[in-house]
């Protein structure tokens, strides 16, 4: 499976648990057995980070957020961050955050109702690679 259809899948997974009160495991397992928008490997471990490190990526998000609260977010925009944040900081390669920003962004183009949330994912998500950058860097 190409990188961007398990993204995509990982997105709708991690999208349909903020509306059921069963475990996401559950709902990655139902994807498989059914076989549409199946879960594989690459998404089954950006969702294990996203649930692992929510809160520290629910501050990351907050920290960047002007006069938004997270809780006024829609539900497609909160799990493209959160999910795109989860692979940045915690996936475990370095050098991917622009092509994480772009699947992000694409997402948000093709499930988002607001024709310029696309926009402020990107900004959100540059925001928090910068500030990651310069961490690493030493400023």
Known sequence: ??????????????????FHACELEEIVRYSRDCGEYAVDEFGEALLANYIAHLPEIDDMIRSKLKDWTLERLPRVNCTILRLAV?????????????IVINEAVELSKKYAAGDEDYQFINGVLGAISREKAALAEGY
């Open 1 to 18: 499976m190409k990188r961007r259809t398990a993204r995509e899948n990982a997105f709708i997974a991690a999208f349909e648990s903020t």
């Open 86 to 98: 989860a692979e940045m900081c915690f996936g475990g390669q370095d050098d991917m955050d622009s």
